[in-house]
Structures are given as C-alpha cells and as structure tokens.
C-alpha cells in the first residue's frame, strides 16, 4: 500500500498538493470525523460483509450533506444505504466508473442522496439494534417456553 502511494503521489502530485495521503496509525473520533467531513468520497471495497460502520460514520459525519459513499455490494451497510453508489469490488471498470460518477455528482444529487442515507443511520441506530436484540431474544425465549410446555403436556398425558 505504501510503495503504490508513493508511486501514484510521485506522478500525480503538484506542489504541495498530494493526491493520496495514507495515516498508519490511530486516530481519535474526531480527527476522522474531520477527515469524512473533508473527503469528497468514501469508498468501502470490502470484498465480505464487513465495514459497515465506516460506510455509517462517513454520512453520519456529513452534516453538510454532501460527499458520495461507493460500497462494495458485499457490505451489510450496501442493503440499508441504497442511495450510496454500489459496485463489485471485484469488477474494476464497474468501481473505476462509480468513483468517476462519484467525483462528478452534482452538489445537488449529493445532498438528495446524503439526506436519505442520513434518515436511514438516524433511524436504525444502535439503540434501535439493542432494541431489535431483544425483541428476538423474547420471541426465541417465548418459543422454547412453549415447545417445552407443548413437551410437558405431552408426556404427562402419555
């Protein structure tokens, strides 16, 4: 990753503008909020379901509701942020096209985009996953309460 950073910086680089800057190391929460404020796009390749919480914390962070989020087709987050550009990872001209498509999308498209994908991650919070949580454990709870109760009543009767 480092040696193809400094390759696409050393052609692509003017002055003191670099085109990739690569951070290998922590970063406290508001530092990358910051850094998702800033990004015109967010690309999530995962190639299994995974990332999920960066493709959240980018368009929670947009408060400007602007910038594009590509995910790969693989992430969980792809099924609830439909307005988010989604590729194959595997396919390069599909994603190459999506990163053009994101790096030309009209402010005005952004923010029609952002605003949904904003109501989905407001909505679908953690406290509304805890709360999912535990309505299905109940069910699975109530289910085995009855199958052992349908099980007792069986066998008091044979």
Same mark, same amino acid.
């Given at each position: 990753?480092?040696?193809?950073?400094?390759?696409?910086?050393?052609?692509?680089?003017?002055?003191?503008?670099?085109?990739?800057?690569?951070?290998?190391?922590?970063?406290?929460?508001?530092?990358?909020?910051?850094?998702?404020?800033?990004?015109?796009?967010?690309?999530?390749?995962?190639?299994?379901?995974?990332?999920?919480? @960066?493709?959240?914390?980018?368009?929670?962070?947009?408060? /400007?509701?602007?910038? %594009?989020?590509?995910?790969?087709?693989? $992430? +969980?987050?792809?099924?609830?942020?439909?307005?988010?550009?989604?590729?194959?990872?595997?396919?390069?001209?599909?994603?190459?096209?999506?990163?053009?498509?994101?790096?030309?999308?009209?402010?005005?498209?952004?923010?029609?985009?952002?605003?949904?994908?904003?109501?989905?991650?407001?909505?679908?919070? @953690?406290?509304?996953?805890?709360?999912?949580?535990?309505? /299905?454990?109940?069910? %699975?709870?109530?289910?085995?309460?009855? $199958? +052992?109760?349908?099980?007792?009543?069986?066998?008091?009767?044979?």
């Amino acid at each position: 990753m480092e040696a193809l950073t400094a390759t696409i910086n050393a052609r692509w680089s003017e002055g003191s503008y670099r085109p990739i800057v690569l951070l290998r190391s922590h970063h406290e929460p508001v530092n990358v909020f910051r850094y998702y404020r800033a990004a015109n796009l967010c690309y999530v390749s995962s190639l299994h379901d995974g990332m999920n919480l @960066v493709a959240k914390e980018f368009v929670a962070a947009r408060d /400007d509701e602007q910038g %594009v989020l590509v995910l790969s087709q693989f $992430t +969980g987050a792809a099924r609830d942020l439909t307005e988010a550009l989604v590729v194959n990872p595997y396919d390069f001209r599909q994603a190459s096209e999506a990163l053009a498509t994101a790096l030309q999308m009209s402010s005005s498209e952004q923010r029609e985009r952002m605003h949904s994908m904003r109501r989905v991650v407001a909505e679908f919070n @953690v406290y509304r996953w805890a709360g999912r949580m535990l309505v /299905d454990a109940a069910e %699975v709870r109530r289910k085995d309460r009855l $199958t +052992g109760r349908f099980t007792a009543s069986r066998e008091s009767h044979a």
